[in-house]
T-cell receptor, first 113, second 113 residues
Framework: DAEITQSPRHKITETGRQVTLACHQT?????MFWYRQDLGHGLRLIHY???????NKGEVSDGYSVSRSNTEDLPLTLESAASSQTSVYFC????????????FGPGTRLLVL | AQKITQTQPGMFVQEKEAVTLDCTYD???????LFWYKQPSSGEMIFLIY??????QNATEGRYSLNFQKARKSANLVISASQLGDSAMYFC??????????FGQGTTLQVKP
């Protein structure tokens, strides 16, 4: 069955380290998204991509970067981890960018000490 | 600017009763989509139901229905015959012309036996 996976599921890192969170989907969806979820804020969009080589900034993109070298993967990199980036990170994908259901991965819990 | 508001931080419902979770939205887009997602304690985001802004009939998916009142800009989720497994956080979300999902802050539903 097609799916969307994230790894690692849990990560503890130190302030200042570079961290990469992986997202892989097998639906062949063009569109992929990264969100973070914090108490009191719901889910907020970090970065998104509408296809290979396409990346766009979302609502809370500072301190994060993404690259899209193939359809299946959209890794999220924290350039220099900060304690404010402690959060739960969700990856999602959809077939078309507009008014199309996004399907979410299981999430990655990141703790920055 | 687009905005989703969920005014009920927490709700209780008796098992087998119906419950309505409120959602209001604000957008200047003519075409948009409204979504509800369920997040159980295990953390995954589960898509429940979708309503397009031009859909004339309210969306239904099994025990879930979306009470869409366009003039009032509301998209309430109705869960009929509540079950213990319905206890979870519920998020309302909107997707406009940009394709980005904007989430509300969520409502925690507790089903009492």
């Amino acid at each position: 069955d097609a799916e969307i996976t994230q790894s690692p599921r849990h990560k503890i890192t130190e302030t200042g380290r570079q961290v990469t969170l992986a997202c892989h989907q097998t639906w062949n969806h063009n569109n992929m998204f990264w969100y973070r979820q914090d108490l009191g804020h719901g889910l907020r969009l970090i970065h998104y991509s509408y296809g290979v080589q396409d990346t766009n900034k979302g609502e809370v993109s500072d301190g994060y970067s993404v690259s899209r070298s193939n359809t299946e993967d959209l890794p999220l990199t924290l350039e220099s981890a900060a304690s404010s980036q402690t959060s739960v990170y969700f990856c999602a994908s959809s077939e078309s960018p507009r008014q199309e259901t996004q399907y979410f991965g299981p999430g990655t819990r990141l703790l920055v000490l | 600017a687009q905005k989703i508001t969920q005014t009920q931080p927490g709700m209780f419902v008796q098992e087998k009763e119906a419950v309505t979770l409120d959602c209001t939205y604000d957008t200047s887009d003519q075409s948009y989509g409204l979504f509800w997602y369920k997040q159980p304690s295990s953390g995954e985001m589960i898509f429940l139901i979708y309503q397009g802004s031009y859909d004339e009939q309210n969306a239904t998916e099994g025990r879930y229905s979306l009470n869409f009142q366009k003039a009032r800009k509301s998209a309430n989720l109705v869960i009929s015959a509540s079950q213990l497994g319905d206890s979870a956080m519920y998020f309302c979300a909107m997707q406009g012309n940009t394709g980005k999902l904007i989430f509300g802050q969520g409502t925690t539903l507790q089903v009492k036996p």
